[in-house]
């Protein structure tokens, strides 16, 4: 089981290079999707069938997003591939909070933006994905 950020982001990295050997990752984070983190926990089991675990990567060609397994913390399969140019304009509402920070991603084929959930110990990560993918910094 992949605990720390770096085996996570290696393993992503790799699974990466089996699609695209050309390519590179610029940074990736893990995400949870749902309404708040807090809510889904108080649920609990329940709370756990509403919400879909992601590690979201930026590249230097796409933004690629690979479903995370929940008892591993591995890629799995990768769910969508967004060229740059497109990716940059599905990202919207970036909130940057002492625990939880969040941003709305319109995943191809989603009705609506989907909320991304993002713990504290990938902050740096999502400090760095927003103004690389966007070009406009998180407000601190």
């Known amino acids: 089981?992949?605990?720390?950020?770096?085996?996570?982001q290696e393993?992503?990295?790799q699974a990466i290079r089996e699609i695209e050997p050309n390519d590179r990752p610029v940074v990736t984070f893990?995400?949870?999707?749902?309404?708040?983190?807090?809510?889904?926990?108080?649920?609990g089991l329940i709370g756990q069938l509403f919400v879909k675990y992601y590690f979201v990567t930026l590249t230097e060609q796409v933004v690629a997003v690979?479903?995370?397994?929940?008892?591993?913390?591995?890629p799995k399969e990768l769910v969508h591939v967004i060229p740059l140019d497109e990716a940059r304009q599905l990202v919207t509402d970036v909130k940057r909070n002492m625990l939880?920070?969040?941003?709305?991603?319109?995943f191809p084929g989603e009705e609506k933006p989907t909320?991304?959930?993002i713990n504290r110990y990938w902050r740096a990560e999502l400090d760095q994905f927003v103004p690389a993918l966007t070009g406009v910094q998180i407000a601190q």
């Open 100 to 106: 939880w920070s969040s941003l709305r991603f319109q």
């Open 30 to 43: 893990h995400t949870i999707t749902g309404p708040s983190p807090w809510l889904m926990n108080e649920l």
């Open 11 to 13: 393993q992503v990295a």
């Open 115 to 117: 909320r991304l959930n």
């Open 66 to 74: 690979h479903r995370a397994s929940r008892m591993s913390n591995r």
């Open 1 to 8: 089981m992949a605990i720390r950020k770096s085996t996570m």
